[in-house]
């Protein structure tokens, strides 16, 4: 979710969604929990620390049915790996996880498999080409149903971005 907490944000602003939350630093939860009671949105987001940072989905789900997981994973294997330094000072965690975001991907895969009732539509976000190519054939092997798309028409500076989804369930989007 991030400190932020952008996409709660945005969901119920926009789309009235309602959300469960998860992140594993306690700055972060603490920031969304401050941004999400200034805005009265008790109701609609509900924040959960992920007490094991080597883990995504367990332990924070509970009996619920969800239609939808976003999902921003750190992009790099360690600080070290960005190779333009930032100007704005991410917090570690946030930026860097083991293997980096394909490592973070294979981990969600690999936990979606045990919840394939739970959540309709699995999504996440990825930095790199390179990752997005490796994920999208490792994925088909897994999955009933798998979407991808570039952010946006037009590139935009430097950055591009690509987004996943996928479904154990037959369904359609």
Same mark, same amino acid.
């Given at each position: 979710?991030?400190?932020?907490?952008?996409? @709660?944000?945005?969901?119920?602003? *926009?789309?009235?969604? *309602?959300?469960?939350?998860?992140? =594993?630093?306690?700055?972060?939860?603490?920031?969304?929990? *401050? =941004?999400?009671?200034?805005?009265?949105?008790? #109701?609609?987001?509900?924040?959960?620390?992920?007490?094991? @940072?080597?883990?995504?989905?367990?332990?924070?789900?509970?009996?619920?049915?969800?239609?939808?997981?976003?999902?921003? @994973? @750190?992009?790099?294997?360690?600080?070290?790996?960005?190779?333009?330094?930032?100007?704005?000072?991410?917090?570690?965690?946030?930026?860097? !996880? *083991? +293997?980096?975001?394909? +490592?973070?991907?294979?981990?969600?895969?690999?936990?979606?498999?045990?919840?394939?009732?739970?959540?309709?539509?699995?999504? !996440?976000? =990825?930095?790199?080409?390179?990752?997005? #190519?490796?994920?999208?054939?490792?994925?088909?092997?897994?999955?009933?149903?798998?979407?991808? !798309?570039?952010?946006?028409?037009?590139?935009?500076?430097?950055?591009?971005?690509?987004? =996943?989804?996928?479904?154990?369930?037959?369904? !359609?989007?």
């Amino acid at each position: 979710m991030g400190a932020s907490c952008i996409f @709660p944000l945005i969901g119920v602003n *926009e789309f009235q969604w *309602e959300f469960l939350g998860t992140d =594993i630093d306690d700055r972060a939860i603490k920031n969304a929990k *401050e =941004i999400v009671n200034k805005n009265k949105l008790d #109701e609609w987001i509900k924040i959960i620390k992920q007490g094991d @940072p080597k883990k995504i989905l367990e332990g924070v789900l509970d009996k619920s049915k969800f239609d939808l997981l976003i999902c921003n @994973p @750190p992009f790099y294997h360690s600080v070290d790996e960005r190779k333009i330094p930032s100007t704005y000072k991410l917090n570690p965690v946030e930026e860097s !996880t *083991e +293997g980096g975001e394909v +490592g973070f991907i294979q981990r969600l895969l690999q936990e979606s498999q045990k919840h394939k009732e739970d959540i309709r539509w699995y999504t !996440t976000l =990825i930095g790199k080409k390179i990752d997005f #190519e490796f994920i999208n054939r490792y994925i088909k092997h897994f999955v009933v149903d798998v979407k991808q !798309t570039r952010m946006g028409t037009i590139d935009q500076g430097k950055n591009r971005r690509w987004v =996943i989804a996928w479904s154990y369930l037959d369904s !359609t989007i």
